[in-house]
């Protein structure tokens, strides 16, 4: 076999330039492998965040040939070796250095997710509940949390001021999980609506192409999701049928009041430490 | 209705300097392909669609031709304008004068515009917002659907109910079909079966609709609980799955149908009976 | 809000004073954190990567309780004899009964936090069968159990505000004068900038140590910092020889070798062969197991389908034995291309059968190694799985010898024995993790005075860390990292012998003395090299403690085999391997009895030879009816007369 050229971002906030490493091409690798091979050689000081390397921690998120993937689950023979293959960080979260970036945005959003909160239990105090009633939860409970999806995502790659009003579709799926929850008692409608940004996905499902658990974001989460906001604040005749029925479930008031206290995000969060600044990369 | 005016805003600042370098894109197979695709397709529709309506004429074939064939872009045909023969008995609307197509795609035309899949297929190559996944948004500010005029989009559903009663209208214009007036009584023709293929196919897209998914039972928190409304989302769960392949379906049948009436009615052609 | 000290050259480091520290994020210390902070301590948690990536999220089969929902005879006492037999009874028995006793609550528990196990037709949560349970015992979600455990506890802990501090690698605990743990010192990966920890109580929960060897299951985290940290402060460390060795994990391509292979493989019908095609596992069964394995293929294949008037397939014999005997097959020639032995499903079962009971095996093969089980056998070896040995704590209060230290998980010893039961170790981070949350925030609250630390010895951490940025010429930490592995592949492996553990020590010198010369290039900033290099004390820590407590325990037992004594030794069955670092520095090692079991615990095992006499007829209904929906590994009629066999070796 012969050699295989990986062309990597390499830089900080300081800037940064696509650097050419060559390396000796081994069967049956995947771009993690050839990753740690240039570690382990020329450049130790390659900034790579990995755990698992078998498609279950989400860690090893970059775009390959511009597009974003896992590294540990991208087969080398799957891509084209003629040219350099270009292993770039995720575009939509600032750079800590090389392939690394700070996803602290995924931890600020899922801090401002009402937690659910579970009817009262049978009275042996555990819950009943059948398998067609938690199987729509669990495909988004597979979710890894590689955030490929929020990098994907068009609505903050593209326009990072829509980052503090729009929680995502890795969030999208997490709130999809607990509005279809069983147990749930909250009501999220209308944080989504207001604070969470459905209104600003546009369906062009770049997140359930991208997304590496074939989870299907798209039509089982978000159109869902915005369907269930059409009941709660765009469909009159929803609204009528509200008013003559008895509402079931809590306001938006009360869950918005009932999120975790710590809904600020700290200083750790948004990397005081990591000294990023409060800039846009890119308009 | 509740609002949440009252509880205090987060002050995220999520910003940093990004890595990777400054272009739209770094992908190179060939993502244009695709939207290209859409992009022709759909104007070309369009302008075809926008030609056939304001012929306002050759959409009905009829008696003279031992026929009861209407073009699905003139259907329901209840205007004062609508040719003899093609308009419904029992509404007529004879202050309508323009050409009948306006009214009766006026409602498809709503449906399809706020369809979920249409949304992705028009955003992506209309807007290029974005293009594909990874290149660049061809704007510099997004609002998404959280304004004046997209917040529309809220409101699919109410054009996916009037989708349902044109389906059932051009549904009836499908079995309509099968007369054979002054030839014999009924009888299959080429064009009473592509009426009927695209009645099935405008069904098939409407049912698979996620609007239509949502009410049929994706409201429902505990299905244990709801079993018919379980057992009708289980049935358009899979169709949901195909909205798209139904929705280039359905369209090519319409063009389809338009067209085999239109040059049926145009005499180019005779309406082959089969059987 | 943190505050700073300076030290020598310009080197600052931060500070944060806490209630409670927890180091690592699996699911022992985040089950452990969110217990001190429901109690309303300032808790913080620190973990080497980002918030719910740690090695847990692996975790597949399911948490072993005895809830009873599918077999209502299950009962604690039948879950702790289990786990006590499985373990070879080297484990501490009241780890095992608390264990046993509390698994159920603390899965209920998760359910409450949003957790969404797979359900039984009356909704209850299902349980399915594993090696080495009586009774269909694991709650589980398909087979993403340990994802399933961590983002439930991560999403608890996010809702109850935890303090969550990403990406930070701690290197030292710190005592202060009263000698009670008082602050952990470690680095920040994205910046490289140093950062103490006060507190008043510390829980470890960092997990395993399986980077130490070649080809491992185990992520890069598992370097044995908690063990390595534990040990340094003073904390006796107990059976650190016991290690499971896995026999199928994958072999080829490299990017996936030691990666898991399910034993449900086997369970399902999938037979082992050598490079001749042969289903070598009848050349191996030992004379203990003859009795109810099958010595005929006929035979062995009859017992899917028929437990009771067959013998179990030898494929399905103890981990250890399998592992033992593919080992051999290599050895002598006989392996596959890449080193393996194949397993073969594909021949047996159809195409079909095989991606419906295992989906995520065939999405493995299929995505990682190109291989379509349906159609092609698998290869597979043995690999480092999890270590039984561990921090030496009591079992009621996870509290480690040294005050103020606790820990929970793979970190901690003597829960598991010398060998663990698959669904063990979930449950087992569930109910120390709580108990060590609960025992740190009750010493917390009853310390006196502000926990201090001498800055001398910060300093010298922080030099330490920092000493391979000044070396021009040493080598690369990869490398040292490699000869590593490669020496306790070879050495310490799944085979032991005193010559070669002797031998092993001998290289463990001579590699610590490479680390201590090993440079690093670049900046400080997200540095793996870097990294690696600050992972290699404790890699080699562990190394040397599980090569020393393999020399002196001259037995068989579990996870531990030795060539040169291949059978268990009574005596030593009833001792701990105690080794700790005494005031000098030098390594200590002494076999401490085990705790004494009650007489009415122990009556239990009295029972066990009548009760798997006359419980007989029932296992075989049940392990009968249960291989109709094909998810036990082993049977459970085999499995206890196994265990008896072992018993009486």
Same mark, same amino acid.
């Given at each position: 076999m012969g050699d295989v050229t990986m062309r990597i971002w390499r830089g900080d906030q300081n800037g940064g330039q696509f650097v050419d490493y060559t390396v000796p091409e081994v069967e049956g690798e995947v771009v993690l492998d050839v990753v740690h091979r240039i570690q382990a050689g020329?450049?130790?000081?390659l900034a790579c965040r990995w755990n698992c390397?078998?498609?279950?921690?989400?860690?090893?998120s970059a775009e390959i040939n511009g597009k974003p993937r896992l590294m540990c689950m991208t087969?080398?023979?799957?891509?084209?070796?003629?040219e350099p293959i270009v292993l770039a960080p995720m575009r939509t979260f600032p750079i800590i250095r090389d392939l690394v970036t700070d996803v602290s945005f995924n931890y600020v959003m899922a801090r401002q997710l009402p937690p659910l909160k579970p009817r009262d239990p049978e009275p042996d105090g555990t819950y009943r509940m059948q398998q067609v009633d938690v199987e729509r939860g669990q495909e988004f409970r597979?979710?890894?949390?590689?955030f490929l999806c929020q990098d994907v995502c068009?609505?903050?790659?593209?326009?990072?001021?829509?980052k503090p009003h729009y929680a995502g579709p890795r969030f999208f799926i997490r709130y999809m999980e607990l509005e279809s929850h069983p147990l749930d008692t909250n009501d999220r409608r209308e944080l989504l609506r207001q604070?969470?940004?459905?209104?600003?996905?546009?369906?062009?499902?770049c997140c359930t192409e991208v997304c590496p658990e074939g989870i299907k974001i798209t039509d089982n989460a978000i159109i869902p999701l915005k369907e269930r906001v059409v009941d709660g604040a765009y469909d009159p005749i929803a609204w009528l049928g509200r008013k003559i029925l008895r509402r079931t479930k809590r306001s938006a008031r009360e869950v918005a009041a009932d999120a975790?206290?710590?809904?600020a995000p700290t200083s750790e969060d948004l990397g005081e430490r990591r000294a990023v600044p409060e800039t846009a990369g890119r308009a | 209705m509740s609002t949440i005016e009252d509880v205090k805003p987060v002050p995220v600042t999520l910003g940093g300097v990004r890595g990777g +370098?400054?272009?739209?894109?770094?992908?190179?197979?060939?993502?244009?392909a695709s939207p290209a695709f859409t992009y022709a397709v759909l104007t070309l529709f369009v302008a075809y669609t926008a030609w056939a309506v304001f012929q306002?004429?050759?959409?009905y074939v009829g008696v003279n031709m031992h026929r009861d064939l209407i073009s699905p872009l003139y259907? +329901?045909?209840?205007?004062?304008?609508?040719?003899?023969?093609?308009?419904?008995?029992?509404?007529?609307?004879?202050?309508?004068?323009?050409?009948?197509a306006i009214f009766a795609l006026s409602v498809p035309a709503a449906f399809r515009s706020t369809c979920y899949y249409y949304r992705k297929a028009y955003y992506r190559s209309?807007?290029?917002?974005?293009?594909?996944?990874?290149v660049a948004d061809g704007h510099a500010r997004y609002t998404g659907e959280t304004r004046f005029p997209l917040i529309l989009q809220n409101l699919h559903r109410y054009a996916w109910g009037l989708a349902l009663v044109w389906n059932v209208i051009l549904t009836i214009d499908a079995v309509m079909a099968f007369r054979m007036p002054g030839d014999g009584g009924i009888g299959v023709s080429v064009g009473s079966l592509i009426l009927t293929v695209n009645a099935i196919a405008l069904w098939l897209y409407s049912l698979s609709c996620h609007a239509c998914r949502h009410l049929c039972?994706?409201?429902?928190?505990?299905f244990s609980k709801a079993p018919i409304r379980h057992r009708l989302w289980k049935l358009v769960t899979p169709l949901n799955g195909r909205h798209m392949q139904f929705a280039w379906f359905s369209l090519f049948m319409v063009v389809l149908a338009d067209v085999y009436v239109r040059i049926v009615a145009a005499g180019w052609i005779h309406d082959p009976k089969l059987f | 809000m943190s505050t700073t000290i300076d030290l020598a050259g310009g080197e600052t480091l931060e500070l944060h004073d806490f209630d409670v520290v927890v180091i690592g994020a699996g699911g022992a210390g985040l089950r452990a954190a969110v217990e001190a902070k429901q109690r309303g301590l300032r808790t913080a948690l620190v973990c080497k %990567?980002?918030?719910?990536?740690?090695?847990?999220?692996?975790?597949?089969?399911g948490a072993a309780a005895?809830?009873?929902?599918?077999? =209502?005879?299950?009962n604690w006492q039948v879950h702790f004899r289990d786990t006590m037999r499985g373990g070879k009874m080297l484990n501490n028995w009241r780890m095992a009964q608390l264990h046993a006793q509390e698994s159920p609550d603390r899965i209920y528990e998760l359910e409450r936090w949003g957790a969404l196990f797979d359900r039984t037709k009356d909704g209850r949560i299902l349980q399915r069968d594993f090696g080495g349970?009586?009774?269909?015992?694991l709650a589980h979600v398909g087979d993403r159990t340990g994802l399933e455990l961590i983002r439930t506890l991560q999403q608890r802990a996010v809702a109850l505000g935890l303090e969550v501090f990403m990406e930070c690698k701690v290197l030292r605990l710190l005592k202060d004068s009263t000698g009670q743990v008082s602050a952990a010192v470690g680095y920040w990966r994205p910046t490289g900038g140093f950062v103490a920890f006060t507190a008043k109580a510390f829980v470890l929960?960092?997990?395993?140590?399986?980077?130490?060897?070649?080809?491992? %299951?185990? %992520?890069?985290?598992?370097?044995g910092d908690g063990h390595a940290m534990a040990l340094w402060a003073g904390a006796d460390m107990i059976d650190m020889e016991c290690v499971q060795f896995h026999p199928?994990?994958?072999?080829?391509p490299l990017s996936v070798r030691g990666i898991l292979v399910t034993e449900g493989v086997r369970g399902d019908g999938g037979v082992l062969r050598n490079s001749e095609g042969r289903r070598f596992m009848f050349d191996y069964i030992p004379a203990m197991f003859a009795a109810e394995t099958a010595d005929t293929e006929a035979e062995a294949d009859r017992w899917y389908d028929d437990h009771i008037n067959n013998r179990r397939p030898?494929?399905?014999?103890p981990r250890d034995e399998v592992a033992r005997s593919i080992n051999a097959e290599v050895k002598a020639g006989r392996?596959? =291309?890449?080193?393996g032995v194949f397993l073969d499903i594909a021949s047996r079962r159809s195409a079909d059968y095989i991606r419906r009971r295992l989906p995520s095996m065939y999405h493995q093969f299929k995505e990682l190694?190109?291989?379509?089980i349906t159609q092609e056998p698998m290869e597979v070896g043995p690999t480092c799985h999890y270590?039984?040995?561990g921090v030496r704590v009591d079992?009621?209060?996870?509290?480690?010898?040294?005050?103020g230290l606790f820990a929970a998980g793979e970190?901690?010893?003597?829960?598991?024995?010398s060998n663990r039961l698959g669904g063990n170790s979930l449950s087992d981070l569930l109910v120390f993790g709580r108990r060590a949350g609960m025992a740190a925030a009750d010493f917390a609250e009853g310390r006196v005075g502000q926990p201090g630390f001498d800055e001398a010895e910060a300093r010298q951490v922080v030099a330490d860390a920092l000493a391979p940025f000044s070396r021009e010429d040493g080598e690369n930490p990869y490398e040292v990292h490699h000869a590593l592995q490669e020496t306790m592949q070879s050495l310490v492996g799944i085979i032991r012998t005193e010559s070669e553990l002797r031998q092993a020590l001998d290289e463990l010198a001579t590699l610590e003395e490479r680390a201590s010369h090993v440079a690093v290039r670049g900046g400080?900033?997200?540095?793996p090299g870097w990294n690696l290099a600050t992972d290699l004390p404790s890699m080699l820590a562990v190394s040397q403690l599980v090569t020393r407590g393999a020399i002196e325990r001259r037995e068989s037992r579990g996870g531990h085999t030795r060539d040169d004594y291949p059978k268990a030794d009574p005596e030593l069955g009833k001792v701990n391997m105690v080794q700790r670092l005494d005031e000098r520095g030098q390594w200590v090692l002494t076999p401490e009895p085990l705790p004494q079991m009650p007489p009415e615990l122990a009556a239990l095992f009295d029972e066990g030879a009548s009760t798997s006499a006359n419980g007989a007829a029932t296992d075989g209904k049940a392990g009968a009816a249960t291989a109709g929906d094909g998810?036990?590994?082993?049977?459970r009629e085999g499995q206890q007369s196994t265990q008896t066999t072992e018993e009486g070796r």
């Open positions: 020329p450049a130790p000081d390397k078998a498609g279950k921690c989400g860690s090893c087969r080398m023979d799957q891509l084209p070796t003629e597979k979710c890894i949390e590689c068009h609505v903050i790659r593209d326009h990072e001021e829509n604070r969470m940004g459905i209104g600003l996905c546009n369906i062009t499902k975790p206290a710590a809904y | +370098p400054e272009r739209r894109t770094l992908r190179r197979d060939r993502w244009w306002n004429a050759d959409y259907s +329901p045909c209840i205007m004062g304008s609508c040719v003899p023969g093609a308009h419904g008995t029992f509404l007529v609307l004879h202050w309508w004068t323009i050409t009948p209309f807007w290029q917002a974005p293009p594909a996944c990874g039972g994706g409201h429902v928190d505990q | %990567s980002l918030l719910g990536k740690a090695h847990t999220v692996m975790a597949e089969g005895a809830m009873g929902n599918v077999w =209502p005879e299950d349970h009586r009774y269909a015992r929960a960092t997990g395993g140590v399986g980077k130490a060897w070649k080809y491992t %299951s185990n %992520s890069w985290e598992s370097t199928t994990g994958m072999v080829w030898p494929e399905l014999l392996g596959s =291309p890449h080193g190694a190109g291989v379509d270590i039984m040995g079992a009621d209060t996870a509290a480690t010898t040294v005050p970190v901690a010893g003597g829960m598991h024995g400080r900033a997200y540095n998810r036990d590994g082993q049977p």
